[in-house]
């Protein structure tokens, strides 16, 4: 074995560790070898407190190549024909009217954005319902220890592709196919929160332990009996916490096609007022309107899941 | 134990169920969905759509076009979510439970980061066309601010799972508050970050589509133009390219965070 960089020098630490290595220990043997590839001792002699390990390098990469990424996009990013500096002052003045002073301004009433509120929430109670149903049994059979692997996989690649499409273009996909309105606003919503919750579900489910179940089916237990009896018992706490957040994800998504797909709600006062009437108060309003859904629906899953594991 | 457990556990679960039913019932009558109709009608829907709704051969003459839009919108949701991710690291340091400054930090960065991340991204594009118009910029911007209060919270969460032992320990020999963050708070929770941002970075692609809709530029504005004008051919071929682009996304985002960890 050839005697590491740091032999005879001064530091005593990397002596005493090259002596050990020396007489042939496998554990010496073994830490001098990865001290030598990743050089843990500077050239003087000296134990460095970072080292270069792989991961290390990998992390430096990636911070790097993120900064040079951005940088390059701020530099050739298309700012538009306005002055910056004007326009941030002006953003300024107009958020502060429209957190300070929001309000009605004659185009819809107190009753209209109350029901845009409603129709918003029924929209992502429909999909996050009828989603989480049918994701059920597609996460069911796209889990490796409950399905066949061919069958988990060509679902779960299916799945994958569903979830790469922006939803708002799987609404707007739909509003050709069958018409504007509440279908073609629900079909495209769902498609991607089935897609969502069979990826949640599913990884729940390969959690399972293997022994739970090769117990049951060796009792003689049916497939139906495996789900409820074990899988479903053992997840259901993280399934509806996931089918929360898909609730969540979905009220957003709602307003979103409201305001682009013209499917109604919220979103679709959003979008007259931000962008026919100008009607900063307005905006305001139905901005606010947002954040009280969201602040409830944040409070109900916190309460959900406080008795949930007070429970189990 | 109560002999009626069973009985009693098979009502919860059915009145559960029933309400939840019932629940979904009204609101279907009230936005005026009727699943009977659209289950009927998405047969022709998809048969039409696969008529219809298919790149063409003519279609890939636009490829070039589509893709530096794409590659522009890649850019910006990853510049934006790399910006975000420094702003928001910088906030979820001083407000952090454990590390941070304590005081009424936590809870002052805890309510801006709530309120950033619950106003939709839609509302803060539209907030911002009003002073900025339609650019690039703008949907930098909304995307920025949406990005920025979900990692803060993110990163709120990751820092006081991972910082708590080496802070105290660090606390114990008398260390202040920059060497903590430096020698214990950074190197315990970058690869919680890093795994973020590129958690980030694949949604902000799909929400920059929607974005771009509006402040009409990059894949979204393109899409929306295609749409408009009938050629589903081309839109369908958008589509297909930002599949692809979300996926292949998606397998880098998983090899690094392999090779970091």
């Known amino acids: 074995m050839t005697p590491p960089v740091w032999a005879g020098t001064r530091s005593p630490v990397p002596v005493t560790e090259a002596s050990t290595g020396a007489m042939g220990a496998p554990a010496g043997a073994a830490s001098a070898e990865t001290a030598r590839q990743f050089k843990r001792y500077s050239r003087r002699g000296k134990l460095k407190t970072r080292v270069m390990t792989k991961s290390n390098a990998a992390l430096t990469a990636t911070l790097v190549a993120f900064g040079a990424l951005t940088v390059y996009t701020m530099l050739t990013i298309n700012y538009g024909k306005v002055a910056l500096f004007d326009a941030f002052v002006q953003m300024l003045k107009n958020l502060m009217v429209m957190f300070f002073q929001p309000g009605l301004a004659g185009h819809f009433t107190a009753f209209d954005v109350f029901e845009g509120v409603l129709i918003t929430v029924a929209l992502s109670v429909l999909t996050t319902f009828i989603g989480a149903a049918i994701a059920f049994v597609l996460g069911l059979l796209a889990s490796a220890n409950l399905s066949n692997r061919v069958l988990a996989n060509a679902i779960k690649a299916v799945m994958s592709v569903f979830r790469a499409v922006p939803t708002i273009l799987w609404v707007l996909v739909f509003t050709v196919a069958l018409g504007l309105g509440a279908g073609a606003a629900v079909v495209g919503l769902l498609f991607h929160s089935i897609a969502y919750l069979v990826k949640a579900y599913s990884e729940c489910f390969e959690e399972v332990d293997a022994g739970v179940l090769d117990a049951l089916r060796a009792c003689g237990a049916s497939w139906w009996h495996v789900v409820f009896k074990a899988v479903v018992p053992e997840k259901i706490s993280q399934m509806l916490s996931w089918t929360f957040i898909r609730f969540e994800i979905n009220f957003t998504n709602a307003i979103a096609i409201g305001a682009i797909a013209g499917a109604g709600g919220i979103g679709y006062q959003l979008f007259l007022a931000g962008s026919f009437y100008f009607s900063f108060r307005e905006v305001g309003l139905i901005v606010y309107c947002c954040l009280a859904v969201a602040v409830v629906l944040e409070v109900i899953a916190t309460k959900l899941r406080k008795r949930y594991i007070l429970h189990s | ?261």
């Open chain 2, 1 to 261: 134990m109560d002999k009626r457990f069973f009985l009693k556990r098979s009502l919860a679960i059915g009145g559960v169920f029933v309400l939840l039913v019932a629940v979904n019932a009204v609101s279907a009558g009230f936005v005026g969905f009727n699943p009977l109709k659209v289950l009927a009608d998405i047969p022709g829907g998809i048969v039409w759509m696969a008529q219809n709704f298919m790149p063409s051969v003519a279609a890939f003459e636009k490829i070039d076009t589509i893709l530096i839009s794409l590659g522009k919108t890649v850019l910006l949701s990853v510049a934006s979510s790399c910006i975000a991710a420094v702003f928001a690291y910088l906030c979820a340091v001083i407000g952090s439970r454990e590390a941070g400054l304590g005081g009424p930090f936590p809870l002052i960065i805890r309510g801006i980061a709530s309120v950033f991340r619950n106003i939709p991204v839609v509302a803060w594009a539209f907030i911002l066309m009003f002073s900025f118009k339609q650019s690039e910029f703008t949907g930098f911007l909304a995307l920025f601010l949406g990005t920025f209060g979900y990692l803060t919270r993110c990163f709120l969460e990751s820092i006081d799972e991972v910082a708590g032992g080496s802070v105290e320990a660090l606390r114990a020999t008398g260390a202040g508050f920059a060497p903590i963050v430096t020698q214990a708070i950074i190197p315990m929770s970058i690869t919680a970050v890093v795994s973020w941002t590129l958690y980030m970075i694949e949604t902000n692609i799909r929400d920059a589509t929607l974005i771009g809709i509006l402040t009409g530029a990059g894949i979204g504005a393109l899409f929306d133009v295609y749409y408009k004008s009938f050629r589903y051919d081309l839109a369908a071929l958008v589509i297909l390219c930002i599949v692809v682009a979300v996926i292949a996304c998606e397998a880098i985002s998983n090899y690094v965070r392999r090779q970091i960890i």
